[in-house]
């Protein structure tokens, strides 16, 4: 098990309060088996905390407009938002009652977002306060993780509070 913290190696419960007091995270899922054994093996290092926001973000990126950063070339249509609205809103709540099962979470917010997955990780976060956002990494190295990007990447170097990512294996 590997977890990198960026809060000058503290734990999360030591870096994100001053003891007694209770965190607001922010979990991320994409509703893979390995997102969900990430959170898993990460939700025990956790302080006790007083809100638990479960969130998934529906891409609407389009694969062919992407570049090496994971940022699109071009925005996204307005339609994306809409149709993610409609279907995605099906597919988003099955990826978060899954992963709330899965964990055995009670009294987690829900929420699903349309978007850029690192971007939007990123303006939840900052949106509810979160003392800490906990992500998994699927551990994709070299060319391939240069070319394609990566969300948990974008979230470390941009968010706005310590960030807890839970490697593969």
């Known amino acids: 098990m590997r977890l990198e913290v960026n809060c000058d ?4 419960a030591d870096c994100c309060n001053d003891g007694d007091m209770e965190i607001n995270v922010l979990l ?24 638990m926001v479960l969130l998934t973000v529906e891409s609407v990126v389009d694969p062919d407009h992407q ?8 925005p ?3 339609h994306d938002e809409a149709q993610i609205a409609t279907s995605g809103d099906r597919a988003a709540k ?8 899965a964990l055995g979470l009670v ?14 990780i990123c303006e939840v976060a ?3 306060n979160a003392d800490v956002i906990v992500i998994g ?12 990007g990566s969300t948990s990447d974008h979230v470390v170097r941009h968010a706005v509070c310590p960030v807890l990512v839970q490697g593969a294996g």
């Open 9 to 12: 190696g503290l734990g999360v």
């Open 28 to 51: 991320c899922t994409d509703g893979s088996e390995l997102a969900i054994a990430a959170l898993r093996d990460a939700l025990p290092v956790l302080a006790p905390t007083a809100r």
């Open 67 to 74: 570049t090496g950063t994971g940022f699109t070339i071009s």
């Open 76 to 78: 996204g249509s307005p």
């Open 94 to 101: 099955k990826i978060l009652d899954d992963t709330m099962a």
């Open 107 to 120: 009294g987690a917010e829900l929420m699903a977002k349309p978007g850029t997955p690192g971007e939007m």
């Open 126 to 128: 900052a949106a509810m």
């Open 137 to 148: 990494t699927n551990g994709r190295r070299g060319f391939r993780r240069a070319f394609v």
